[in-house]
Each structure stands twice: as structure tokens, then as C-alpha cells.
């Protein structure tokens, strides 16, 4: 299992790298010219010079994509065009709001999802399935910026429940967290309730059953181990849409996260911090994937890591 | 006697079934015929006709849905922002299912380096999440709708590519495929004639399925502000200027979010439907 996880993680290495090349050829690609952007509007074309040798973008690309590449390796990412801070310290201050939202998301999602899928499953055709799949598809319909919308104008405006924007105490937390889950509790409970229509007709169900197991046993113990399967790779994937989602969330919450730095940052061409950024997501999915694959391992003792 | 059902009557024989999935299907034709005679249909200039006197007032006779913050008939606005939202849709589905779909047979039924090389390429995709792709492109591309498409479109290359591979290798290993290159076919003819055709109900389900999350990906990037930009009466823009105002005039924003999510709603259903009626694993289940 640690080779395993070792073999994985080195494994990683040549797609972060391709995904590295990919972000900073990306970024010079930008239209209009970074210097001159960082430099202002009224700047004279010696001071545009200047800035241009200070942020090292007259040197040749392959050069400067080393010098990209061994600070990033360093985590450092340079500095912010917009603000003139280090990128990676405006990350840091972004990071833990993302975070925290994204696991407050997934964790009230999945649980939720998983409910109604096994609900859906066991009643199968009859109202709490209905009802459920019917919460499930107009939930994977409903775009996220028009539920946070929704929810924030009659709970936080309307009925003052709720803080409208910012992110400082628990309660900050629960409509920017419904609106980003929402989404993935549906796919969850979809996806959670055809694994379970599939294991539960399988052999080993109807031997449990046929042996006098009680049901409730049978459903958690036999069938919900064996659903769990499939479930964890959805998990693992629907965590990358929840990093993406953030970005939407948070423009909606107004949420001091990373999702909103890299509008901010697209916004004002601000190059350092899109590389960096659109670097972090990618890592933090793959790294998510990974964990994915090794928990299979402990769900499934069939699975075996070479 | 066993009657013989052409692959088409079956399909159709259980999609009949599906009493959501047709209705879904008869909305989202009445949706392309909106679309497309939008011109006619809306009363008011979608665009540029202004009425300042009954600014983000409530739907009327004369102004069925309302009129939103700058005196526009939002009605008008949102049966032309439908030609936008369907054709993003289908053209970035049609463009990533017909890139991916070719990517996937030739990975699947060459393996060797092609398939490594692909396959590589769509890791690398998957390693950005989401909407974080289209955001990265239409940043490098600059918005507008056209990039937008292309953003959504690369989005769906790498999945349809991964399922039509893998539905290629279990297919080229079929009795009558080997039946076929036996009696001579040169490989053009048994992917194209043979092999694809087998592979059509999985892109089927699978890109119905997508035009609705294309849709909801595309407004996002304009609500974002990174796609269609105002006056352009794309529903995801409409709720993003909505927002400024929506104590007063909440219609704003929930008019246009209803057209999203009945539009993207019967995709949906039209794809769960469809999954029903060609996968033949369900049948032996009921």
C-alpha cells in the first residue's frame, strides 16, 4: 500500500509538469502586454522598459519558464502585479476560506446525498423515490449562481436569517455552503442510488437475506459497503467540481477566497497569481484523486496494490 | 414466433415508455422553434427599446414577464437569449462530442502510442477542474461568445474520448468485427461502418446529457462577466445585472434563472430517458 502510494505520487510528476508548461505558455498568450498593464496607463515607455526587467519579461521565454518553474518548486510564484505582494502570501490569506467552504459543502452533500440515494434505492418506484430523484434532478439543473442568488435574497435580505456577505463567524458559512452543495448532493444521490440497485441484487444480498440477517443490516453492512465503491470515485470527482464551483460561489457570497482572487486576477491580467492559482487547483484535484484510489483499497480488500 | 425488431423500433418501442423524457423532448423542440423565429416572436427589441416609465415593473399583459432596471421587455429578452443559450450549447457539444468521439476510436482501436499520447492529453485536461478550464481559456482568448464555445467545447473532449475508447476496445474484439476484417475491410470502413455506429447510444446519453451542463456552464461564464457581455440578453448576464437590485425587482433574476433551469432540466430528463431506452443491462433488471 505505501509503494503503492509512493509509485502513485511519482507518478504525478510528469502530468504536474505538462500542466505546469501548459499554465505558463497559457498565460503568454494573454493579449496585452503585462508590463505596460502592471506599469499603469499614464506610465512612460521608460518606466514600462523598467518594469518589463523587473519582473523579467524581456528575457527569452525558455528562461523564463526555468526561473517560473524553480520557484514554483520553491513555492514561490513571484509577486502580484495588482497588489505588489507575494503571490503565494495572497494565496495563504485565501486558501483556508476555500477550504473550509469546499468541506463544509462536500461534507453536508455527500451525507445528505447518500440518504436519499439509499432511501431512493430501498422505496424503489414508490413516493420517496419520486420525491428524491425529483429533488436530484432539479438539483443538478438549478445553476449554482441562481440558487446562491435565490437563497441569498430571501434568507439574508428577505428574512435576515443570514449575513449577506463575508466570511467571519459559522453562520457566514451555511448559505454559501448549501449553494455549492447542492449540486453535488444531487449527483450523489443519484449515483448513490443506482450502486445500490445494483449490489442489491446481487448473490451475497439474497444469501444475507435468506440466513435471517435483519434488514437494516443487510442494507448497511452488506449493501452499503459494496456501494460504497463506485460512490468514493464519484466523491473523489465531484471534489473538482467543487473547486471549480467555489469560483462561482464565491463571486455570488462575495467570499474572500481563492475563487474570488482569480477573477480579480483575470480581470486585471494579473499573471502571476492565474498562474499560480490555476497550478494550485489542478494540484489539489490530482492530489484528491489520489486519495480517491488509495481509499479504495481499504473499502474493496479485493483490490490489491502492487 | 420472435418477432425481429430493427435496432430503431426497439429503441423506440422503449423510449415511448418514458412519459418525462417525451415531454421534455416536445419542450426542448418548442425551445429550437423559439429560437429560431425569436425575431417574430418577441414583441419588443431585445435589445434597444427602452420604456422609462414602467421601469422593473412586474409581468403584465403588455409586458408578460416584466421590464427589467433599464425599461427592457425582459419577455423579448429572454426568447432571444434562448438562440444564445441553445446554440452555445449544442454547437461547444457537437464540437467537443465529434473532437473527442474521433480522439476515442482511433486511441481505442489503435492502442500502441496514439492511445498513450491521448489518453495523456485528456489526463492533463482532467487535471483542471471544472469551469477552471474555461475560465483559464476564456482568459487567454478574451470573452464573447465564440470563445466561449470553444472553452465549453474542450471541456467535453476528454470524457467522450475515455468512453468511446473504452467502448471501441470491447467492440474490436467482437465476433463479427474480426468477421468483417476476415473478408477484407480496410480499417476506415469497420471504424466508421462498424465499430462507430455501436458506440452511438453511449455518445448519445452522454452528450444529452452535456449540452445541459454546457448550458449551465456557459451562463456561469457570463454571469462571471467573461462571456456575453451586456446589452447581449444571454440569460446568465441578465442575472448577473440582476443582482444589483434584487429587493425590489426580484423578477429580474428569477425570470431568467427559470429559463435556465427548465431548459437545462429537460436535457436532463431527455438523457435519463434516453440512457433508459438504449441500455441494455436495465431491460434484464425490470
Known amino acids: ?306 | 414466433m420472435t418477432v425481429v425488431r430493427s435496432p430503431w423500433s426497439e429503441f423506440w418501442r422503449k423510449f415511448r415508455k418514458q412519459k418525462l423524457a417525451l415531454l421534455s423532448l416536445a419542450f426542448i423542440v418548442l425551445l429550437v422553434v423559439i429560437a429560431l423565429a425569436a425575431r417574430w416572436i418577441a414583441p419588443f427589441d431585445a435589445e434597444n427599446y427602452f420604456d422609462y416609465n414602467c421601469i422593473n415593473q412586474l409581468p403584465s399583459r403588455a409586458h408578460w414577464f416584466g421590464v427589467d432596471a433599464l425599461g427592457r421587455d425582459i419577455f423579448s429578452r429572454i426568447v432571444v437569449g434562448s438562440r444564445i443559450s441553445l446554440a452555445t450549447g449544442f454547437a461547444s457539444v457537437a464540437l467537443g462530442a465529434f473532437t473527442g468521439t474521433a480522439l476515442g476510436l482511433v486511441s481505442g482501436y489503435y492502442e500502441g502510442w496514439a492511445d498513450r499520447v491521448i489518453m495523456r492529453v485528456c489526463d492533463v485536461l482532467f487535471a483542471f477542474p471544472g469551469i477552471l478550464l474555461a475560465i483559464g481559456i476564456v482568459a487567454v482568448l478574451g470573452g464573447g461568445i465564440f470563445n466561449v464555445v470553444m472553452a465549453v467545447a474542450i471541456f467535453s473532449v476528454p470524457t467522450t474520448a475515455r468512453l468511446v475508447r473504452g467502448s471501441t476496445l470491447s467492440l474490436k474484439h467482437l465476433t463479427y468485427i474480426e468477421a468483417i476484417r476476415s473478408v477484407g475491410a480496410s480499417d476506415a470502413v469497420i471504424l466508421f461502418r462498424h465499430i462507430l455506429p455501436g458506440t452511438i447510444p453511449v455518445i448519445v446519453v452522454y452528450t444529452t446529457m452535456r449540452i445541459g451542463t454546457s448550458i449551465i456552464t456557459a451562463a456561469s461564464l457570463s454571469f462571471l462577466g467573461l462571456g456575453a457581455q451586456p446589452p447581449t440578453p444571454e440569460w446568465g448576464a441578465m442575472l448577473n445585472e440582476a443582482r444589483t437590485d434584487m429587493v425590489n425587482a426580484p423578477h429580474l433574476a428569477i425570470i431568467p434563472s427559470l429559463a435556465i433551469f427548465l431548459t437545462v432540466l429537460a436535457f436532463n430528463l431527455l438523457g435519463d430517458g434516453l440512457r433508459d431506452a438504449l441500455d441494455p443491462k436495465l431491460e434484464q433488471r425490470c
Open chain 1, 1 to 306: 500500500m505505501f509503494r503503492y502510494a509512493l509509485k502513485r505520487l511519482l507518478g504525478l510528476i510528469p502530468t504536474l509538469f505538462i500542466v505546469a508548461i501548459f499554465v505558463f505558455f497559457f498565460i503568454h498568450l494573454l493579449p496585452g502586454d503585462p508590463a505596460r498593464l502592471a506599469a499603469g496607463q499614464e506610465a512612460s515607455a521608460q518606466d514600462v522598459e523598467l518594469i518589463r526587467k523587473d519582473l523579467g519579461l524581456d528575457k527569452p521565454l525558455p528562461q523564463q519558464f526555468l526561473r517560473f518553474t524553480s520557484g514554483a518548486l520553491r513555492g514561490d510564484f513571484g509577486k502580484s502585479m495588482r497588489t505588489k505582494r507575494p503571490v503565494m502570501t495572497e494565496i495563504a490569506e485565501r486558501f483556508p476560506y476555500t477550504l473550509n467552504l469546499t468541506f463544509a459543502a462536500m461534507s453536508w452533500s455527500v451525507v445528505f446525498g447518500l440518504l436519499v440515494g439509499i432511501i431512493s434505492a430501498i422505496h424503489r418506484n414508490h413516493l420517496p423515490d419520486h420525491l428524491g430523484m425529483t429533488l436530484a434532478v432539479s438539483g443538478i439543473s438549478f445553476p449554482s449562481f441562481a440558487l446562491g442568488l435565490l437563497l441569498m435574497s430571501v434568507f439574508s435580505v428577505g428574512l435576515k436569517w443570514f449575513p449577506t456577505v463575508g466570511a467571519d463567524t459559522p453562520r457566514h458559512y451555511i448559505l454559501p455552503a448549501i449553494t455549492l452543495g447542492a449540486g453535488v448532493a444531487a449527483v450523489m444521490a443519484r449515483f448513490t442510488r443506482s450502486a445500490f440497485l445494483d449490489v442489491l441484487k446481487d448473490d451475497y444480498i439474497r444469501t444475507a437475506r435468506s440466513k435471517g440477517v435483519a434488514e437494516s443490516m443487510v442494507i448497511l453492512k452488506h449493501g452499503l459497503r459494496n456501494a460504497m465503491i463506485p460512490v468514493v470515485t464519484m466523491m473523489g470527482l465531484q471534489f473538482g467540481f467543487l473547486l471549480g464551483g467555489s469560483i462561482v460561489v464565491e463571486r455570488v457570497f462575495n467570499w474572500p477566497g481563492m475563487g474570488r482572487l482569480l477573477l480579480d486576477a483575470v480581470d486585471m491580467r494579473d499573471y502571476p497569481v492565474i498562474q499560480a492559482e490555476v497550478l494550485l487547483f489542478s494540484l489539489q484535484f490530482i492530489l484528491v484523486n489520489l486519495v480517491v484510489d488509495l481509499l479504495y483499497g481499504i473499502i474493496n480488500p479485493t483490490i490489491r496494490y502492487k
